[in-house]
């Protein structure tokens, strides 16, 4: 495995470790429906395909030669080299093929590396390795950025205590408490920068520095090939975005499950997001 393959080689390598009849598959991608299920992990395909959602005139780009390209490539490969079903899987049923010896690669979210390192949680973590995600025409976008956040509502009638949680909870003292009870490899990444630079997480978690150059490096001010009016890399920053998302997620999962070609999904997404940012006055 290079250190930056391309996903001809991520190809080469799925077919060459799928044997079906052994249960053992050559990769696991996200498949299951959803603006941030399927479409988190398709968007960096499509953007190192030389796609993107909209051009700058806010005209949905879905229906074209790049996304077409960057869809079809990824649901061939569910379809040759994936486990079945792959249209029901999101993030913690491919953790869990991937940590039970099931799948060869899997491309996702970094923090994956702590649960698949841990002895107590996977079989493979004693002979698992890592590289950057897979590039295709372009190495923009194809690593993405998200956070899980803690938020406190208006309407709680316990703001102080939550806002000492939230504290605590991303604490030195929270990953210090993690490190002993769980092993340090198992503490929460991308909480605070200091874990990074820690003895005791460099040794247990050897993919750290890796991580943390991912989680610097990603922009998403400058995440497409061609220039675009929003930001966001596996997805578009708009509240729109969630609704849109999903209906372009569904139709890709139907790709993938054998219901409908990739014609009728792109030309489905495309109208669907045509449609939501006209309604919402963005066309101008």
């Not at 996977?122 to 897979?134: E, L, M, N, W």
């Not at 014609?263 to 489905?268: E, I």
Request: some cysteine; overall charge positive; aromatic content about 12%.
């Amino acid at each position: 495995m290079p250190d930056a393959p391309t996903y001809d080689q991520i190809k080469q390598f799925a077919d060459k470790l799928t044997d079906k009849a052994k249960g053992q598959y050559g990769i696991c991608l996200r498949g299951k429906a959803g603006w941030g299920e399927n479409m988190a992990y398709v968007s960096t395909v499509v953007n190192t395909y030389g796609g993107e959602w909209f051009n700058e005139k806010w005209q949905a780009q879905i229906d074209t030669p790049e996304w077409k390209k960057a869809v079809t490539f990824y649901s061939d490969l569910l379809k040759n080299d994936g486990p079945p079903g792959a249209s029901s899987n999101g993030f913690n049923e491919n953790l869990t093929l991937m940590s039970s010896g099931k799948c060869a690669m899997w491309i996702d979210a970094t923090v994956a590396a702590g649960m698949l390192y841990n002895k107590a949680q996977s079989q493979v973590a004693d002979k698992i390795g890592f590289a950057a995600a897979p590039v295709a025409v372009t190495p923009k976008g194809s690593h993405w950025l998200w956070s899980w956040s803690l938020a406190i509502p208006k309407t709680s009638k316990q703001q102080d205590a939550a806002k000492k949680f939230a504290a605590w909870a991303t604490s030195k003292e929270y990953i210090e408490m993690v490190g002993k009870d769980e092993g340090w490899a198992s503490v929460p990444p991308g909480t605070r920068k200091s874990t990074y630079a820690r003895p005791e997480y460099k040794q247990a978690a050897p993919f750290g520095d890796f991580v943390l150059k991912a989680i610097e490096t990603a922009d998403p001010n400058d995440a497409t090939l061609h220039k675009v009016p929003y930001s966001g890399i596996q997805f578009v920053g708009i509240p729109e975005f969630q609704s849109f998302g999903t209906v372009v997620g569904q139709s890709i999962a139907g790709v993938v499950a054998g219901q409908s070609t990739v014609d009728q999904a792109l030309k489905a997404g495309n109208a669907a997001a045509d449609r939501a940012v006209k309604q919402a006055g963005y066309q101008k």
